[in-house]
Every structure is written in structure tokens, then in C-alpha cells.
């Protein structure tokens, strides 16, 4: 499990140094976070019922990493202009509802059924993935402001 947080942990440290990576282009600072995402949703186990603790320990501490970079991306919106700041909180707020909503699906996960187990996994992986894609976005977005 600690193996699983340091790589979350060294993939957040990409991410922000990505962010701050001025030489490299947007695109290509997104392929990179592409790649790493890829990279560490491969070392995602596969959790049985059994485990489904330790999934949603580990889901959760992702949606950690997810909530630090949202942080960042705000104090980015803070620093821009009065109509981008306008457009940008809005889009964060509905980033923030979906990290809401993910972590009210993982509070029930604790309360599944073997039956219902891989559903359960499924639904929040992927609820996972569309929302760390979508906060790649706004980071490409937020980058543009000024």
C-alpha cells in the first residue's frame, strides 16, 4: 500500500512539475501527464472483495492527490483576471462536486456485497479517470489565463 501512495505521491510531483515547466509546451506537458496517469492507473491492482478496504484506501488517498492539485489550480483562477476568474470557479466548483460525489460512492463501496463487488470497483475506476482527466483539462485551461 505505501508502494501506491509514493507512486500517487511522485505522480502528483510530476504533475505540479509539469505545471511549472515553462520550457516544455502544453501539449507537450500534457502527453506527459497522459503517460504518467497511464503508467500508474497499469499499477492499479486488481481488488477482490476481500480487499475492497484497501481499494478504497488507496481511491481515496488518490482523491488526496486529486484535491491538491484543484488547490493549486484555485490559487492559479486567484491570480487571473476578474472575467477568467468568472469563468474558471464555476468549473472548479463542478470539479469539486464530482470529487464530492466519487468519495460518497467510495464511502459506499464499504457497504457492498460480493455480488455486487465489481461494479461497485468499476464504477468508481472509471468515475476515477473522468475526473482526473477533466482536472488535466482544467490544468490546460488555467495554464491559458491571464
Not at 467510495?106 to 477533466?134: C, R
Amino acid at each position: 500500500m505505501k508502494n501506491k501512495i509514493l507512486v500517487f505521491t511522485l505522480l502528483s510531483s510530476a504533475l505540479f512539475a509539469a505545471g511549472c515547466n515553462k520550457e516544455q509546451t502544453t501539449s507537450e506537458q500534457i502527453e506527459k501527464v497522459k503517460t504518467e496517469t497511464k503508467e500508474a492507473a497499469q499499477d492499479m491492482k486488481d481488488y477482490t472483495f476481500a480487499e475492497k478496504a484497501k481499494f478504497t484506501e488507496e481511491m481515496q488517498s488518490q482523491l488526496a492527490v486529486i484535491n491538491r492539485s484543484l488547490n493549486e489550480l484555485d490559487g492559479k483562477i486567484e491570480k487571473a483576471s476578474d472575467s477568467a476568474r468568472a469563468e474558471a470557479k464555476p468549473k472548479l466548483q463542478a470539479l469539486r462536486e464530482k470529487m464530492d460525489q466519487l468519495g460518497k460512492q467510495l464511502g459506499g463501496a464499504t457497504n457492498s456485497t460480493e455480488s455486487t463487488w465489481e461494479t461497485v470497483k468499476t464504477d468508481s475506476k472509471k468515475a476515477y479517470n473522468e475526473l482526473k482527466d477533466e482536472v488535466n483539462q482544467a490544468r490546460q485551461w488555467v495554464s491559458g489565463l491571464h
